[in-house]
C-alpha cells in the first residue's frame, strides 16, 4: 500500500523532460532576441535548445551563459521538385567555412526574392513594399503579411497567406534557395544532423512524401521532424511510422516564433521513440 502510494506520488511529482530542436528568434522572424528565447526556455526548466532560426545563425552571436544545453541549429530552405522545403540542421560546427558562405548566398537570395515578392504583389495594390523593408538584415514573408495588413489589403495572417504569400500563390518565390543536395550536403560537411522538418506542412500524397524521405536519406538526411509544435496524436503516429520505415532518427520541436499562435516553447522528450540525442 505504502509503495503504491509512493509511486502515485512520484509519478505525479516527476517533470517531463523538455527540449526544443525548433524555434526563431529576431534574427529571422521569431519575436524574441535570443537572449530572452533563453530566459523564456530557461523559465520553462527546458534541457537542451536548438534556435533554428531560418537561413542564419546569428542568434549563437551572442548568447547569455544558461545551464540549458545549447546545440547549434538553423532551419535552411531549399526546394524539391519544385517545392519549398525547409531542412534542419543541428549540432554542427557554428565556424564551418562552407556553412558561412551557404548562409551567405542564403541572405543574397532572400533579398533578391524580396524584390521579387514585391514587385509581383505591386499589381495587387501593395506600392513600395520592397523600399519599406529593405533596410531589415532579414526579410521573410511575415514581413509582406505585415504590410499586406497595415494596408489593409489583407485582414490578417492567415488571409495574406491564404491569398497571396502561401504554397502556389503569387508571392511563393522559390527557386533561387540552393538545391536540396547542396543544403544537405553544407550540413554534413559542418559535422551537422540533417533534419527534415515538419514533414506534413508539404501536403504531399503519402507516395510523393516517400519519395522526398527516400531523396532525403539517400543525400545524408539522418532525420524526420515528428512532432512539429501542437499536433494531432495521429499525425505524430504517422511520422514515427515515417521515421521506422526508413530507418531514421527522430527529431522534435515547437516551431516556437511567437506568443500569437498555438507553439509553445518545449517538446516532452518521452512523447517519441528513436529520439536523437546529443
Ligand atoms: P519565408 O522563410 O520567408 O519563406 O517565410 C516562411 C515563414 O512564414 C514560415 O516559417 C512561417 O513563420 C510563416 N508562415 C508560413 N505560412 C504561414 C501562415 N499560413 N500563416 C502565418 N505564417 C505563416
Ligand atoms: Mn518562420
Ligand atoms: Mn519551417
Ligand atoms: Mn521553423
Known amino acids: ?6 509511486l502515485v506520488l ?14 526563431h528568434s529576431y534574427c529571422s522572424d521569431g519575436e524574441l532576441s535570443p537572449y530572452e528565447l533563453i530566459k523564456l526556455a530557461e523559465k520553462k526548466n527546458i534541457k537542451v535548445l536548438a534556435i533554428t532560426d531560418h537561413d542564419t545563425i546569428d542568434a549563437y552571436k551572442d548568447l547569455p551563459a544558461t545551464k540549458i544545453k545549447i546545440i547549434p541549429g538553423i532551419e535552411l530552405s531549399t526546394t ?7 531542412i534542419i540542421g543541428l549540432n554542427f560546427d557554428l565556424n564551418s567555412k562552407p556553412l558561412h558562405k551557404a548562409i551567405k548566398l542564403q541572405k543574397q ?10 514587385e509581383r504583389l505591386e499589381k495587387f495594390g501593395l506600392k513600395n513594399a520592397y523600399e519599406k523593408l529593405q533596410d531589415k538584415d532579414y526579410i521573410g514573408r511575415p514581413d509582406f503579411a505585415k504590410l499586406l495588413i497595415e494596408e489593409g489589403i489583407c485582414k490578417d495572417f492567415q488571409q495574406a497567406f491564404k491569398k ?13 534557395w540552393l538545391s536540396f543536395e547542396e543544403v544537405l550536403s553544407v550540413i554534413k560537411n559542418a559535422g551537422g544532423i540533417p533534419v527534415l522538418a515538419h ?22 538526411g539522418k532525420a524526420i521532424e515528428v512532432i512539429n ?4 496524436i495521429n499525425k505524430t503516429e504517422y511520422l514515427t511510422q515515417l521515421c521506422q520505415d ?29 529520439l536523437i540525442s546529443f
Request: glycine share 8%; proline share 2%.
Open 10 to 23: 512520484s509519478t505525479r511529482l516527476m517533470k517531463p523532460l523538455l527540449v526544443d530542436f525548433h524555434c
Open 1 to 6: 500500500m505504502i509503495e503504491l502510494l509512493f
Open 164 to 176: 497571396f504569400l502561401g504554397s502556389g500563390k503569387i508571392g511563393d518565390v522559390k527557386n533561387q
Open 199 to 220: 514533414p506534413l506542412c508539404y501536403k504531399l500524397t503519402n507516395a510523393k512524401l516517400k519519395r522526398l524521405v527516400a531523396d532525403f536519406k539517400h543525400n545524408g
Open 80 to 86: 524539391w521538385n519544385k517545392i519549398g522545403i525547409h
Open 229 to 232: 509544435g501542437y499536433q494531432n
Open 109 to 118: 537570395a532572400r533579398k533578391q526574392r524580396a524584390k521579387t515578392i514585391a
Open 246 to 274: 526508413f530507418d531514421m532518427q527522430a527529431s522534435i520541436g515547437s516551431d516556437y516564433h511567437n506568443q500569437l499562435g498555438w507553439n509553445r516553447l518545449g517538446v516532452e522528450a518521452k512523447l517519441v521513440d528513436n
